[in-house]
């Protein structure tokens, strides 16, 4: 690339100045604006909704939407976990332990209390209150390790996903739990209001929530802060570990929801999920348009990531194309979406330059 | 006479960023075995101009000159073959690599790809050797000094065809023996007849290097001088007006004393036996050359440093060892120097750094932020202050570096603080936004806060300051009070250097 030009050669440096971009409006500069304003994901929704559809006909209706939706909201709930730790400038890869944990203990106390003799609601809530414990519990070790003893988040969620998923199979010996009451199925897996499903009520109700914690909240505004500049954030009075082991332990949560909703609908508790799901999450929040150096991308972001992402497995799953491919096709979509988003940020430069 | 030769000639060199002319048409000249001293208010184009000397950045127009043959840079390595290089404020080097593998990096003596050990020893130890620099070979980057790596660089500079060396502020972050050591080899340079192209903001260093100076100005030429020219004439042809232009008259101090520290020294004893104190409307300087103290002690006040003993008071209350909320919530308020690393969240919106450290008094029961009340609050503060563009909702690296630097001052207006502890407020920042600034921090003082300025620009300690205490190696070297201070009297303390102390 380097060359050399010496001996006095007539160049013109002024010829290398590249015109300005906005200036040439033609249908490319049509196509660069909006993937500029809307960024990669709505056009890569688009192109995957016309390429299933025409797959299979079964795939553009009302009936595979709705079961989508309830299959689905579980991981959307497992997004919304990551992305809150992705905006602390963390990020998680026990998410997928977590559930399995989650699952495996929130089943084995439903069992034992059924066993034991409660009714089935007593056993259902203290079932849901021991999965919603070890969620919390298992962000909280992951807070302890990043946020207080400041390891490292990659390595340390690595070891937790080892120790949780350990644990699980420990104590299941890898077999499902079952013995679960059928209403935990019921009420969490197969249950509709109005016409929708309670999973989606549920991971609706948590996109909201975690919307207004984060902008709303002091706790909020502090997790974007110390994700975009932790420096800064230490200066203004905010403790960047605390944050981030805030971060942790609401991420923790929400996973544990996610595990609860997961195991209604396959009415056991298992040891063995989840170890596709920090993939599929961290692939959702980029793709969504979360950064990955922290501070930024809003819940939006992480809800239309995680719903590309149902539509691409579902509708793979529709046109009976092989699961292996499924993950071909998604660690390829990760890699274009960081590229596209590079390019977009290239490209909203080059604009404003045109604009001055 | 060859001397009179140019072996570096720029002409008419043109720089635009969008929306903004970094250099407009500027002309340079550099002869061999000279210093030249690119001298200049920060955003007046020395950086620019040399990233385009040394082949880091292109020109938009204009022609270079090596030797009178024309040249077209097209990156460093294009540079360097033409015999110019430059040793940047940011090292170069690899720092978890030895001093050895750093000299030879990129052209290792190899043989089919497998470096030959013996011959790449000995190629870096002749290039240490060159200026006689006593450094270990096998040493990892990451330990040296400062200025151990900064010889580290020259010597990775230095070639035998070694033309033109650029020095961007050498002295940054050194200390007087350290700043000795530098000399010394820039004279050694220009007898080998290398030319020095020298960006410095210190009078001192004009004073014991420069043969030559070209001012810039707002991205313009304005003119070259010779060395000798006097400190107060090059400083009326860097600003292009008269010092009370600049700086406003300042308030008259109170006697109350609202800070006061007796016998700080910090943990990593940054700063010893420090005692100082700032009264209410009164602004105290802290001058002194980089890791004098002057910004640890005042860090110190507003509970970021670790202190090991001293006690530091506000109104009257022990303050020492309290966190940095805690002194926030008292209204002390410190604003960092380097914006990008401690001040802004750059990927948010502007107004989220400005209320950061107000965000609990802004919430309900300390938990709801009041968002509407937060955007009209940031709004008002940011209108007053003209930052432009306008819209706090852009984000903050968007900014130039003035209106970064008024969305911090915003900060400490936000509350109506007790002390006000200024570190470089006007690092890059140019001068309409520096009288802007000099404005603020004046107001504040009148309106009763106490204000602490850190500030390694000598101008400004000179003229915006009720009293100095001057810095050096952690301790307070002298307290200087309204007509004693001068810039002489300053720099001598400054460069104070306390044998007794080096032998504990």
Request: aromatic share 6%.
């Amino acid at each position: 690339m380097t060359q050399l030009l010496s001996g006095g050669s007539a160049t013109d440096p002024t010829k290398a100045e590249p015109g300005p971009a906005g200036q040439r409006l033609g249908i490319a500069g049509v196509a660069a604006r909006l993937f500029v304003s809307v960024g990669a994901l709505p056009i890569l929704l688009v192109i995957a909704l016309v390429v299933f559809s025409s797959l299979s006909p079964a795939f553009f209706t009302v009936e595979n939407l709705q079961t989508g939706l309830r299959q689905y909201s579980f991981v959307a709930i497992v997004v919304l976990a990551q992305f809150v730790v992705l905006v602390a400038g963390g990020f998680d890869l026990s998410v997928g332990a977590i559930t399995a944990l989650v699952s495996v203990a929130s089943a084995t106390a439903m069992a034992d209390r059924l066993a034991a003799g409660s009714s089935p609601s007593t056993a259902i809530l203290v079932g849901v209150l021991v999965g919603l414990l070890t969620g919390v519990g298992a962000g909280a070790v992951n807070a302890l390790g990043v946020g207080l003893l400041h390891i490292n988040p990659f390595i340390m969620t690595l070891a937790t996903a080892s120790v949780f998923t350990g644990v699980a199979l420990k104590v299941t010996g890898g077999l499902p739990v079952s013995g679960l009451p059928p209403e935990f199925s019921d009420l969490f897996g197969y249950s509709a209001w109005w016409g929708i499903a309670t999973p989606v009520w549920i991971a609706a109700g948590a996109a909201l929530s975690l919307w207004a914690l984060l902008r709303w909240t002091t706790p909020g505004r502090s997790i974007y802060a110390v994700g975009s500049n932790p420096h800064a954030a230490r200066l203004s009075g905010i403790s960047p570990g605390r944050t981030m082991a805030l971060a942790y332990v609401t991420s923790g949560l929400l996973v544990s929801v996610g595990a609860l909703l997961l195991t209604a609908r396959l009415q056991t508790g298992e040891a063995n999920i989840g170890a596709d799901l920090p993939l599929q999450t961290i692939a959702a929040a980029v793709i969504g348009g979360v950064s990955l150096r922290g501070g930024s991308g809003n819940v939006l972001n992480a809800v239309l990531g995680a719903i590309f992402i149902g539509v691409v497995t579902n509708g793979m799953n529709l046109a009976r194309i092989e699961s292996y491919y499924e993950m071909i096709v998604l660690g390829v979509v990760l890699a274009v979406a960081v590229v596209a988003d590079r390019l977009r940020s290239r490209l909203a430069a080059s604009l404003l330059k045109g604009n001055t | 006479m060859s001397r009179n030769e140019s072996v570096l000639e720029m002409s008419g060199i043109t720089k635009k960023y969008p929306g903004v002319v970094a250099l407009d048409s500027v002309d340079f000249d550099l002869r061999p075995g000279e210093t030249h001293v690119l001298f200049g208010e920060n955003g007046a184009g020395k950086s620019t101009l040399i990233s385009i000397m040394s082949g880091a950045s292109a020109a938009g127009s204009g022609t270079m000159r090596v030797d009178g043959v024309e040249v077209v840079l097209h990156g460093v390595a294009d540079a360097r073959k033409c015999g110019v290089s430059a040793v940047f404020q940011e090292f170069s080097l690899a720092e978890t690599l030895s001093v050895a593998e750093n000299l030879v990096l990129g052209e290792q003596p190899s043989r089919l790809g497998i470096v030959n050990r013996a011959a790449a020893e000995k190629l870096a130890r002749a290039r240490l050797a060159e200026f006689g620099f006593d450094i270990r070979l096998d040493a990892v980057v990451a330990s040296l000094t400062r200025a151990e790596q900064q010889m580290v660089e020259i010597a990775k500079a230095y070639r035998a065809d070694l033309k033109v060396l650029i020095l961007d502020e050498p002295t940054a972050s050194l200390n007087d023996s350290e700043c000795g050591q530098l000399y010394a080899v820039v004279d050694d340079l220009k007898t080998r007849g290398v030319g020095i192209v020298y960006v410095t903001h210190r009078m001192s260093e004009i004073e014991r290097l420069a043969d030559r100076i070209t001012v810039l100005r707002d991205g313009r030429y304005v003119t070259t001088v010779d060395g000798s020219t006097p400190a107060d004439e090059l400083i009326r042809l860097m600003t292009g007006r008269q010092m009370e232009q600049i700086y406003p008259a300042l308030p008259t101090a109170g006697v109350v004393p609202v800070l006061s520290a007796v016998g700080l020294t910090t943990q990593d004893q940054a700063v010893r036996e420090a005692s100082f104190e700032v009264r209410s409307g009164e602004i105290v300087g802290f001058a002194g050359l980089m890791g004098s103290g002057k910004s640890h002690a005042a860090r110190a006040c507003a509970g970021i440093e670790r202190l090991e003993s001293g006690s530091i008071q506000l109104d009257g209350q022990e303050i020492a060892g309290s966190s940095i909320a805690k002194c926030l919530s008292k209204r002390v308020v410190y604003l960092p120097p380097d914006r990008k690393v401690e001040g802004l969240l750059l990927n948010r919106p502007l107004r989220e750094s400005v209320s950061l450290p107000w965000l609990r008094h802004l919430s309900t029961w300390r938990l709801f932020v009041g968002r509407r009340r937060e955007r009209a609050v940031v709004a008002d503060l940011l209108r007053k202050m003209k930052l432009s563009p306008p819209n706090p909702e852009r984000s903050a690296e968007s900014y130039s570096g003035g209106n970064q630097q008024k969305a911090l001052l915003s900060r400490a207006l936000m509350a109506d603080c007790s002390a006000l502890i200024l570190d470089e407020p006007t690092v890059g920042v140019d001068v309409g936004a520096r009288v802007a600034i000099y404005q603020r921090i004046t107001e504040m003082a009148e309106e009763g806060a106490a204000v602490l300025l850190v500030s390694s620009d000598l101008p400004e300690v000179l003229h915006l300051c009720h009293r100095v205490y001057v810095f050096s190696q952690g301790r307070i070297t002298a307290h200087l009070e309204g007509g004693a201070i001068e810039e002489e009297q300053i720099l001598q303390h400054m460069m104070h250097w306390d044998d007794k102390e080096s032998k504990v």
